[in-house]
């Protein structure tokens, strides 16, 4: 029996470390849309007439489309060249922001000697460590916000959109918060639709 609750508190510490860890998503959806309806999608050709136009896909944008279809094909939608029902979009922002952190200041605990004329002795007389308050600071880091559109080939309007920002610890988003970010993006998807 001892076992049992052994393990069993140790699943559910596992549990909540590891659903601690992930990135929060936000959805939202245009309430008088089904999303039973669209079945199949393409990309938004991004057309950039200036000179300084890139002429190739560099590795994060493609592979932001594939961890994107992978999880669009999952749900039951496939990716088609023409004529799809829905058209997907998506921004990556990366920025410099700033967090305000608190800690707790303390005074030190002293020892002071004092003499007792009485006992004509030094006695020693230990005062402990106080609350002084808070000490409010910044610190710099870096935020990166993956944001995915989902739109209407007919109308051309906002059906759906997910969100969800990360801290990274470089100055890029790697190909792992990439992956994160879309997972925690698509299991909203489901309520979503309701």
């Not at 601690?20 to 849309?33: L, N, R, S």
């Not at 023409?82 to 410099?96: F, G, H, K, R």
């Not at 990166?144 to 801290?167: A, H």
């Amino acid at each position: 029996m001892k076992n049992i609750r052994l393990y069993l508190g140790s699943l559910l510490v596992a549990f909540a470390v590891l659903t601690g860890c992930g990135t929060v998503a936000h959805v939202e959806k245009d309430p008088a849309v089904n999303l039973n309806n669209y079945r199949t999608f393409s990309w938004i050709e991004q057309k950039d007439d200036s000179k300084d136009a890139k002429t190739y896909n560099n590795f994060q944008e493609t592979f932001m489309k594939d961890v994107v279809v992978k999880e669009l094909e999952k749900i039951g939608w496939r990716h088609v060249r023409s004529n799809p029902d829905a058209l997907i979009d998506y921004d990556i922002m990366v920025e410099t922001s700033v967090q305000e952190r608190s800690e707790t200041v303390y005074s030190r605990p002293t020892v002071r000697y004092l003499y007792n004329p009485y006992t004509r002795r030094v006695n020693p007389v230990y005062y402990p460590s106080q609350y002084l308050g808070q000490n409010y600071y910044e610190v710099p880091y870096k935020s990166g916000t993956i944001t995915v559109n989902i739109v209407d080939t007919k109308s051309n309007n906002l059906i759906w959109q997910g969100w969800t920002e990360t801290e990274l610890a470089n100055k890029r988003l790697s190909q792992e918060d990439i992956q994160k970010a879309v997972k925690s993006i698509f299991k909203k998807f489901d309520v979503a639709k309701r």
